[in-house]
């Protein structure tokens, strides 16, 4: 009766069971995959949302990019990562997921590849089946850090029309390299690939001062792309850059060749003023939500610092536990003793311990046994939730 884009549903898996069971009998536990810093206790500026009651907000301008104000304060902000963006280049969406879900009708015919890494954010399967488009994944491998194995970009099939990257990458918290950057680069010019580099959490690196690896984030992909003569679209959105999901406005800056980003941006045009999807108030509010916003940005990256310190500190104590480096992001990569399945291990975890977190089989790691746990959740309830997790594994 269906599509074959609508993803089969997925069997009630065993895990999700256990919460619901445990929700339904009151029964509290500490949520390690709390990924939403609106429930995260995070504090957020007052008056942060008056901006959205600006009555300029009353009038409605259909405008498939958006409106000029907010795309020019999205150009301004990139300042701040050292990156020159004119706003003509920004285009505004609801989210970063229906950036995907225009990029993939832009570039791919139906039943075309686009490449995503792997381990990741799992939603890819998602994004691409409902556009009609395959995901076929290339791999990050960990040496002490994450790194893009080139071999299987390499191999790629050759209806493959665009490239993921996700700097840094949800869970592993991996930035891309400067030199990772650069064989990427050249790999999309020779295919002809379009690059999409997701930097949602750009804002979320742990040392960046000190940082060996050249973020992505830091010297601009679009910049870098654009030079290489590739087309490239570098997403982003309120949703992480000021911990405002519920606001619905993302946004994707094009680069590359003059024209060649300008047919794609014309072509995007009719995209977008088919759906016109992001709300004006939002829009009209943009460039005082990115000024007032920042305490929250920064109050969100006290609270993950820390909590990485705190399970770094603690895992010291369990050598038989490894926390994976990590540069940046929302997420924390432990690896535990493999004498029990991640199902095993997630599902003792809830019922001994009450205490929920991600098996790395939820991002398509490799090989087991892996646990993702956010870094978002409140101080207290992640240092004794972590110290028993660990004392458990
Ligand atoms: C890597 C990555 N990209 C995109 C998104 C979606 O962001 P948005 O809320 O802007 O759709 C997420 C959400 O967690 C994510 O982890």
């Known amino acids: 009766m269906f599509s074959r884009r609508i993803p089969r549903h997925a069997q009630t898996n065993a895990l999700a069971g256990a919460v619901e069971a445990l929700r339904a009998s009151g029964t509290p536990f500490a949520d390690l995959t709390e990924s939403n810093p609106t429930r995260a206790g995070i504090p957020y500026p007052a008056g942060l949302l008056a901006p959205l009651a600006d009555p300029r907000a009353l009038r409605y301008e259909p405008l498939p990019f958006g409106l000029g104000s907010a795309r020019a304060a999205v150009a301004a902000d ?95 918290g991996s930035c ?107 829009q009209v509010a943009l460039p005082e939500l990115l000024r007032t916003g920042a305490p929250a940005r920064a109050a969100i990256q006290a609270r993950t610092c820390h909590n990485l310190d705190v399970l770094r500190d603690l895992a010291r104590g369990y050598p038989a536990c490894d926390v994976l480096h990590t540069d940046g992001g ?25 205490i929920l977190v991600h098996p790395g089989y939820f991002f398509d790691f490799p090989r087991e046994a892996f646990l993702v746990v956010s870094l978002l959740p409140d101080r207290d309830v992640f240092s004794d939730a972590v110290a028993r997790l660990l004392r458990f594994c």
């Not at 995901?135 to 493959?160: F, K, M, N, Q």
């Not at 992505?216 to 959105?237: E, H, Y």
């Not at 535990?336 to 001994?352: C, K, M």
């Open 176 to 282: 891309l390299t400067a030199a990772e950057l650069d064989r990427l680069v050249a790999l999309c010019r020779d295919r002809e690939w379009a690059l999409i580099a997701d930097e949602v959490f750009a804002d979320y690196l742990f040392e960046s001062g000190t940082l060996p690896r050249a973020s992505a984030a830091s010297r601009g992909v679009t910049d870098i792309a654009s030079r290489a003569g590739v087309l490239s679209f570098t997403l982003a959105g309120l949703s992480k850059t000021v911990g405002l999901p519920q606001l619905k406005l993302g946004w994707m800056i094009a680069g590359g060749p003059r024209a060649e980003r300008d047919a794609a941006l014309r072509a995007l045009e009719l995209i977008a003023d088919s759906f016109l999807s992001v709300g004006t108030p939002v």
């Open 78 to 172: 990139q300042h701040r990562r050292g990156a020159n963006v004119d706003p003509e280049q920004v285009v505004l969406t609801a989210s970063t997921s229906e950036a995907y879900s225009w990029l993939f009708k832009l570039l791919c015919d139906p039943g075309e590849a686009v490449l995503v890494p792997r381990p990741s954010y799992p939603l890819f399967e998602h994004l691409t089946q409902l556009e009609g488009v395959r995901a076929e994944p290339y791999a990050l491998e960990y040496h002490g850090r994450w790194e893009i194995d080139v071999s299987t970009l390499a191999a790629a099939p050759s209806d493959a029309r665009a490239v993921v990257v996700v700097s840094p990458n949800n869970p592993t």
């Open 330 to 354: 929302w997420s924390a990569v432990i690896r535990v003793p493999s004498t029990r399945t991640e199902d095993q291990v997630v599902l003792d975890l809830l019922s001994h311990e009450r």
